[in-house]
């Protein structure tokens, strides 16, 4: 199975800041990465497929890039909504697997 | 609005079965594949089965592999997850996931607010 780890695990940041999230494949997953956002008592929220195209109604301050095994969430000017878990998933081989998640919270 | 609503969680003894159902509304099911993943609370999520837009083609994570069934029945705009032979380690939140595609198992771009399984004796 292709394992996906994300750092940091947790990032404590201020709404208005920047925050940089990573996902490293174990091996090359090309451009087949995605992002989602979970937030309590919801249903997870795609934001980014194929490692940089923001899926439908998702605002341009979360942007995807990296392609091989890195890969990069960047959310621009924090606001109280992103507080919150974000996951990567890859869907390059069988099983489809998740990384275990990097927790965004409010510093 | 796109909307899926799971049903048929619940508690079960460790060797039981429940059957999960996901009724979609909103879209135009028979044209997208259907996912179920699941979350322990308070862990990651795991991928568990996807089954493609006639039903023929389907995928299962090997941990469920042989234990659990998926199928759809597009005239009911309804995917369902037949779970047999249920483990402690099934234990967890399980979400049914619309797929981005056609084919299955690729991205989930809408999800349900989940049906939780426990398992215990």
């Known amino acids: 199975d292709i394992v996906l780890t994300q750092s940091p695990a947790t990032l404590s940041l201020s709404p208005g800041e920047r925050a940089t999230l990573s996902c490293r494949a174990s091996q090359n997953i090309y451009d087949l990465l995605a992002w989602y956002q979970l937030r309590p008592g919801q249903a997870p929220r795609l934001l980014i497929y194929d490692a940089s195209n923001r899926a439908t109604a998702i605002p341009a301050r979360f942007s995807g890039s990296g392609s091989g095994t890195d890969f990069t969430l960047t959310i621009d000017s924090l606001e109280p909504d992103d507080f919150a878990v974000y996951f990567c998933q890859q869907r390059s081989n069988w099983p489809r697997t998740f990384g275990p998640g990097t927790k965004v919270d409010i510093k | 609005e796109m909307q899926l609503l799971e049903s048929g969680g619940g508690l079960v003894q460790p060797g039981g079965s429940l059957r999960l159902s996901c009724a979609a509304s909103g879209f135009t099911f028979d044209t997208y594949a259907m996912n179920w993943v699941r979350q322990v609370p308070g862990k990651g999520l795991e991928f568990v089965s996807s089954?493609?837009?006639?039903?023929?083609?389907?995928f299962y994570s090997p941990s469920v592999r042989g234990r659990f069934t998926i199928s759809r029945d597009n005239s009911q705009n309804t995917v369902y997850l037949q779970m047999n032979s249920l483990r402690d380690e099934d234990a967890a939140l399980y979400y049914c996931?619309?797929?981005?595609?056609?084919?299955?198992?690729?991205?989930?771009?809408?999800w349900g607010q989940g049906t939780l399984v426990t398992v215990s004796s």
């Open positions: 089954i493609n837009i006639n039903g023929v083609t389907t």
């Open positions: 996931a619309k797929d981005l595609f056609a084919t299955g198992g690729s991205y989930f771009d809408l």
